[in-house]
């Protein structure tokens, strides 16, 4: 599945970038206020916002209705959507993948990580690893172009770069607030103290003799001293209405952290990044009470989500309503013991600064190096409590194998479980369904009528996942399910996933399952990739 990209802006730069992401074949649409203040609007899909349509190097930009939004996805597109959304309702309603802020605001914004699976800012006032997760350089000079993963872009000087041998005196600027009457048109040619446009009934003259490459409109309002124009001295006509070389620049930038900086898989139709946060795996981006069941990882799950959530200040529990081993210091840094629940909340809140994360448990299991985990009626009274953020309850056991086939019993899910993920190894494909490769064997082979050499495909696998005496029968309708495919490395096993992911989200006729991850858990950051998703019925 491509990833869905908006990228928020349409002026040259912004639609720069959504016209090579278009080109690359990857979903993409705009947002943009009404009235657009784009100056080179020849090169830039807010033209669609006040014309309705536009077109910029052989790719036409159309402008949308919130209203029509829900049509996004339903086929491939001939054009790029232009949507009047300052406030970027579609990051609710269309929930991109991937999100760009390419406004040029130069100061802080709104825009912050949460709000999307990967999110790029362009220029300054956005902060790499706290606001985004990567920033593009976007002054002029040996930098331009720079991703940044860390810290912020140069600040904006204020003044404009150099083109042939002219800076800030090619910039037409309003003289005073009032209403716009352009004299001249973009592509005329303009010599130096010409008049260009009119504000207020003052003349707006050319500093620079040049081709008018931008200007806005006649009868807009502009205030004192903002960008109403823009005069390229080296006079090439053509230049008004192709992409510029920085915009190339920077687009070629945000292409390279979508496919480049977070390594694609062998199918281009994937992108894998890394996730610390796990924010692939809650579709919904705000699970509080999430219950893990399966095979292939749940403990490394467990407790690396629990790290990645602490890291952003959330209090984080990690709990499990059947056994566990006790966690190494460095899984989790603290275990809360307590039998009594009553007492469990209070001891949690003494215990839980200053590292933000901690285990709870029960008891030790007797004659076993395991531990036994609270009911799930005590961990929903430990939520209502106050004194978490997030609970993670690991809801059943697999004994390390990639794949669970569920007992009657099992998982243990509470009814107020607001995201359940569903793990399995992908290194149970190709092999015999044995003790080895899946709990529960004897249970697999009788629900889907296998012998004991039988191999395991894609398509079984699907099936034993799906089967509606497994963990379907445990977790309430209408809780988001996402499935995690574990162990996914080479580009065979990435194959091997794609074929998961398909044959589960056929066969899926209830829509239980929201979106199929797969990627690896292993080493210091996950990496991750969406492979498929289903929206939920109504």
């Not at 947002?31 to 609007?41: H, K, L, M, Y």
């Not at 793990?423 to 082979?445: C, F, K, M, S, W």
Request: proline share 8%.
């Amino acid at each position: 599945m491509r990833p869905r990209i908006l990228v928020r802006g349409a002026g040259e730069i912004a639609s720069g970038i959504a016209h090579r992401l278009f080109r690359c074949g990857l979903p993409v649409a705009c947002t943009e206020r009404n009235p657009p203040t784009a100056v080179c609007r020849m090169v830039a899909f807010a033209t669609a916002v006040t014309d309705g349509s536009t077109e910029i190097e052989g790719v036409a930009g159309r402008r949308w209705e919130l209203a029509d939004a829900w049509r996004l996805g339903e086929e491939r597109l001939d054009h790029v959507p232009v949507f009047v959304d300052p406030e970027a309702s579609l990051l609710d309603t269309w929930k991109p993948d991937i999100l760009v802020d390419a406004r040029g605001l130069g100061q802080p914004s709104d825009t912050r990580r949460h709000q999307a699976h990967l999110v790029i800012g362009l220029g300054p006032g956005l902060r790499a690893g706290r606001d985004v997760d990567a920033v593009i350089e976007t002054r002029r000079g040996h930098d331009l172009g720079r991703i940044l993963t860390e810290g912020e872009a140069l600040p904006d000087t204020g003044t404009a770069g150099f083109i042939g041998g002219c800076g800030p005196e090619r910039i037409l600027r309003a003289p005073m607030d009032g209403r716009l009457d352009a004299v001249r048109v973009i592509g005329e040619r303009v010599e130096r103290q010409e008049t260009v446009a009119r504000v207020g009934g003052r003349e707006v003259r050319a500093a620079c003799a040049g081709v008018l490459r931008g200007l806005l409109p006649s009868g807009m309002p502009v205030i004192a001293d903002t960008k109403i124009g823009d005069v390229d001295p080296v006079g090439d006509f053509a230049a008004c209405f192709s992409i510029s070389d920085r915009t190339r620049a920077l687009s070629g930038a945000v292409l390279e952290v979508v496919l480049g900086c977070f390594p694609a898989a062998h199918d281009a139709s994937c992108i894998v990044w890394p996730d610390p946060d796990y924010r692939l795996l809650d579709p919904t981006g705000h699970a509080r009470y999430v219950h893990l069941v399966g095979g292939g990882g749940k403990t490394t799950l467990l407790y690396g989500w629990s790290r990645g959530l602490a890291r952003e200040g959330h209090r984080v529990v990690c709990a499990t309503t059947t056994r566990i081993r006790y966690p190494s210091p460095d899984q989790c840094p603290r275990v809360v013991l307590e039998p009594d629940p009553d007492r469990l909340a209070r001891r949690v809140a003494e215990v839980l600064p200053p590292a933000n994360r901690l285990a709870v448990v029960r008891e030790w299991v007797p004659g076993s190096a395991k531990l036994l985990g609270h009911p799930p009626a005590t961990l929903d009274t430990l939520l209502d409590s106050g004194t978490v953020d997030r609970i993670l309850v690991e809801a059943d056991g697999s004994a390390q194998r990639p794949h669970k086939v569920h007992a009657p019993h099992e998982p243990v899910v509470s009814t107020r479980a607001d995201l359940v993920v569903v793990l399995v190894g992908i290194d149970v494909l190709g092999h015999p369904a044995t003790e080895t490769t899946v709990h529960n064997a004897d249970l697999y082979r009788q629900r889907l009528g296998r012998l004991p050499e039988d191999l395991v495909h894609p398509g079984d696998l699907a099936v034993s996942l799906l089967h509606p005496e497994g963990w379907l029968r445990a977790v309430p309708v209408g809780v988001p399910v996402s499935l995690l495919v574990t162990h996914v490395r080479s580009p065979d096993q990435w194959q091997d996933a794609h074929a998961v992911a398909r044959a589960v989200l056929c066969r899926d006729s209830n829509r239980r399952v929201r979106c199929v991850v797969a990627g690896d858990l292993a080493g210091s950051e996950p990496r991750l990739a969406l492979l498929g998703r289903c929206a939920p019925d109504g």
